[in-house]
T-cell receptor, first 107, second 116 residues
Framework: AQRVTQPEKLLSVFKGAPVELKCNYS??????LFWYVQYSRQRLQLLLR??SRESIKGFTADLNKGETSFHLKKPFAQEEDSAMYYC?????????FGAGTRLTVKP | GAVVSQHPSWVICKSGTSVKIECRSL??????MFWYRQFPKQSLMLMAT?????????EQGVEKDKFLINHASLTLSTLTVTSAHPEDSSFYIC????????????FGPGTRLTVL
């Protein structure tokens, strides 16, 4: 069964500290991988997708096919990064969302 | 976490017919539900925000007469694709937000619509 897991529901770091939001998936084939973010009182928006290999707002995500992981990282967290983050693998237009991780960056 | 179901999980229909997709929150009451669609190889696109007991708020470029949304109860929202055409073929996903404005969304498993 296709499954995506974000093991941490809550993650809290101090400003300037590195942050990593974990995402593991269990899919057949080679899914395309997305990270979405929702800031407080705003709509869900795309943060980054694996295929574009872009760094958005300082975030990067490396696909590790061996570990079937797509962890989201940022070397120096900022307070404005506080939000809900969702990992979403997409296997041939069949997208599933993780339960989300709420990141809080403290001053 | 909350459980959200969608029905059907996939549907194939002829051009010109209407298709109804249901989104249910199984274990909590949801005042707000969201409808998204995803075209192949593209990211999710918000279509509309559905609020229980009131009219849905549609995103720019989404035809409200084409995509009818009904949120008649706190556990059910429906999206009806009227007079479907092949270009409406897509993956439709709903999500629900818990009452209280927690900003946490719970996503349904999606419905794949194919219009022949």
């Amino acid at each position: 069964a296709q499954r995506v897991t974000q093991p941490e529901k809550l993650l809290s770091v101090f400003k300037g500290a590195p942050v990593e939001l974990k995402c593991n998936y269990s899919y057949s084939g080679s899914p395309e991988l997305f990270w979405y973010v929702q800031y407080s009182r705003q709509r869900l928006q795309l943060l980054l997708r694996h295929i574009s290999r872009e760094s958005i707002k300082g975030f990067t995500a490396d696909l590790n096919k061996g570990e079937t992981s797509f962890h989201l990282k940022k070397p120096f967290a900022q307070e404005e990064d506080s939000a809900m983050y969702y990992c979403a693998p997409d296997n041939n237009n069949d997208m599933r969302f993780g339960a989300g991780t709420r990141l809080t960056v403290k001053p | 976490g909350a459980v959200v179901s969608q029905h059907p999980s996939w549907v194939i229909c002829k051009s010109g017919t209407s298709v109804k997709i249901e989104c249910r929150s199984l274990d909590f009451q949801a005042t707000t539900m969201f409808w998204y669609r995803q075209f192949p190889k593209q990211s999710l696109m918000l279509m509309a925000t559905s609020n229980e007991g009131s009219k849905a708020t549609y995103e720019q470029g989404v035809e409200k007469d084409k995509f009818l949304i009904n949120h008649a109860s706190l556990t059910l929202s429906t999206l009806t694709v009227t007079s479907a055409h092949p270009e409406d073929s897509s993956f439709y996903i709903c999500s629900v937000e818990l009452a209280g404005g927690t900003d946490t969304q719970y996503f349904g498993p999606g419905t794949r619509l194919t219009v022949l």
